[in-house]
């Protein structure tokens, strides 16, 4: 139902491959980011679900140079997958947080190689600025740019409990300048969150005002040494049931509108430090059973605003 696939939501690597030709993989990157959240220039806790690795999934990590890590990107995916095209998407902590000259450096970096045709940025909306939008927004015409914002839920209450660090309008503003400036905005959102079935509606329904251009869904869960982890281990909270997810999901999606590429369902990064809860580790599972709902349902993406 979209882009030529059979699938009931508009994924965004099969709307890559619509718009490039062929498939295009995301080449991983860390910079030696931090986060102003866990450096103390807001606290020293960091979200309380956030582990040392900043959502970063990959072995190399900065022990190699941004243009090494992309080489090594491209070799092994090109192997693994026969790969023609990439992205460089710059994913651990907040990879907005260094001054501009420093940013230019480490963005031009990863896009020396000729097969990489896109830039996508994963960052916090108090870690942007005009200079450093003007600086993204200059490698638009030659690349599918992307700024990937961690806002989790559009709810105050929620973004404290889980000590964010910002709230919502700090997200409303970086999001307008942003989009004035013509970069396309994907928005992480996390199931999961002590949140009503109804709060957790909200925060699709503002999305779809907005109209988004990407949205990322993620499971809450605890892995090693996080805050999460202790909360959990203590009894003091559980997660959301694989079938409560998927129905979930499901209803976020509806009320998205077509055009929004959806980035991520489910994760696979998550074995060696995943604690709770066990069923994430199997992503194509997760998957297969989104698909099932939405046939079972006769739905699809943005059913709900255009039934």
């Not at 349902?297 to 943005?302: A, L, V």
Request: net charge neutral.
């Amino acid at each position: 139902m979209f882009n030529g696939t059979d699938k009931r939501y508009n994924q965004f690597s099969s709307y890559l491959k619509d718009k490039f030709g062929v498939k295009v993989y995301k080449i991983t990157l860390d910079a030696g980011f931090s986060c102003p959240n866990r450096d103390g220039t807001i606290s020293t806790g960091g979200c309380i679900f956030c582990d040392d690795g900043g959502s970063f999934s990959q072995a190399h990590s900065n022990k190699l140079s941004i243009e090494e890590q992309v080489q090594v990107g491209i070799e092994n995916l090109s192997e693994r997958f026969k790969a023609k095209k990439f992205m460089s998407y710059f994913q651990a902590f907040s990879n907005t947080y260094k001054p501009v000259g420093e940013l230019e450096k480490i963005y031009k970096a990863s896009l020396v190689n000729d097969k990489i045709v896109g830039i996508s940025i994963g960052t916090r909306p108090d870690c942007i600025d005009d200079e450093k939008i003007k600086l993204i927004s200059s490698f638009k015409d030659d690349y599918c740019t992307w700024i990937e914002y961690g806002l989790q839920s559009i709810h105050d209450k929620t973004l404290k409990k889980i000590n964010r660090g910002h709230d919502y309008d700090c997200f409303l503003r970086a999001y307008e300048k942003t989009k004035n400036a013509g970069i396309n905005v994907c928005v992480h959102v996390i199931f999961g969150l002590w949140e009503t079935h109804d709060e957790i509606m909200e925060t699709a329904k503002e999305l779809a005002r907005l109209q988004v251009d990407g949205v990322k869904i993620h499971m809450l869960c605890a892995l090693q040494n996080t805050k999460l982890a202790d909360l959990y281990n203590n009894g003091e909270i559980d997660f959301m049931s694989e079938d409560e997810y998927v129905n979930t999901v499901c209803d976020f999606l509806e009320y998205l509108p077509k055009e929004t590429t959806i980035h991520r369902l489910a994760g696979n990064g998550y074995s060696k430090t995943l604690i709770a809860p066990l069923w994430l580790g199997a992503k194509f599972d997760c998957l297969n059973k989104i698909d099932k709902e939405f046939i079972r349902r006769n739905s699809y993406q943005g059913y709900r605003s255009h039934p």
